[in-house]
Nanobody
Framework: VQLVESGGGLVQPGGSLRLSCAAS????????MKWYRQAPGKERELVAA????????HYADSVKGRFTISRDNAKNTVYLQMNNLKPEDTAVYYC????????WGQGTQVTVSS
């Protein structure tokens, strides 16, 4: 199993970024996918999740209305569109899938600062 995140970077408050997570080593379309984040000195927290079959989504209250999770089963990729970014969104963002155990990508740094 391999999860490879990309798309992070430095952005000003109010800006946007689109994260991608390319998955391999398992049948992507069979599993729910999640994005987590971890800020310095804080615990890792769930940001968004998307179901495998019907695409039902779930968001943390802190990102509702600003972030959108989506998936492309043909490309084995899950995305996180982040709009109206705030300094408190600064964190390392991780892609996650739960098979018999949890798998994580290496993370991608998102920094929101003027």
């Amino acid at each position: 199993v391999q999860l490879v995140e990309s798309g992070g970077g430095l952005v000003q408050p109010g800006g946007s970024l689109r994260l991608s997570c390319a998955a391999s080593g398992f049948t992507f379309s069979n599993y729910n996918m999640k994005w987590y984040r971890q800020a310095p000195g804080k615990e890792r927290e769930l940001v968004a999740a998307i179901a495998n079959i019907d695409g039902i989504t779930h968001y943390a209250d802190s990102v509702k209305g600003r972030f959108t999770i989506s998936r492309d089963n043909a490309k084995n990729t899950v995305y996180l569109q982040m709009n109206n970014l705030k300094p408190e969104d600064t964190a390392v963002y991780y892609c996650n899938v739960l098979l018999r155990s949890a798998y994580w990508g290496q993370g991608t740094q998102v920094t929101v600062s003027s």
